[in-house]
């Protein structure tokens, strides 16, 4: 069973980069068909996918956060990695990492496997 497990800081300074690590067990990042995505919830406001790296190590990020995000992985520990540069107030979201072989990459839907979410606060 693929299991996810985001870790991260929970609180960010303002214009600070927010680095969180996706942990992926039972299932390895590298499959064949397979993506794995950042995905976020602010306040108020529903789920909204980030960006997505491939099983062969392609990314795709959301066009409105392509300037501050970069998506990367490190396939011996099976982990993939967001980075959000310039974080702002309006950055403070619950951050989830999902996988899967879904029908469209860039959705909240589809994905099969969602980590637990973690609480990232960006504040002074």
């Known amino acids: 069973q693929v299991q996810l497990r985001e870790s991260g800081p929970g609180l960010v300074k303002p214009s600070q980069t927010l680095n969180l690590t996706c942990t992926v067990s039972?299932?390895?990042?590298?499959?064949?068909?397979?993506?794995w995505s950042w995905i976020r919830q602010t306040p108020g406001k529903g789920l909204e996918w980030m960006g997505a790296?491939?099983?062969?190590?392609?990314?795709y990020i959301e066009p409105s956060l392509k300037s501050r995000t970069s998506i990367s992985r490190d396939t011996s520990k099976n982990q993939f990695t967001l980075q959000l540069s310039s974080v702002t107030p309006e950055d403070t979201a619950v951050y989830y990492c999902?996988?899967?072989?879904?029908?469209?990459?860039?959705?909240?839907?589809?994905?099969?496997?969602w980590g637990q979410g973690t609480q990232v606060t960006v504040s002074s």
């Open positions: 999902a996988g899967g072989s879904p029908a469209e990459i860039a959705t909240t839907e589809y994905y099969d496997y």
């Open positions: 039972g299932g390895s990042i590298t499959t064949n068909y397979y993506y």
């Open positions: 790296i491939a099983y062969s190590g392609t990314t």
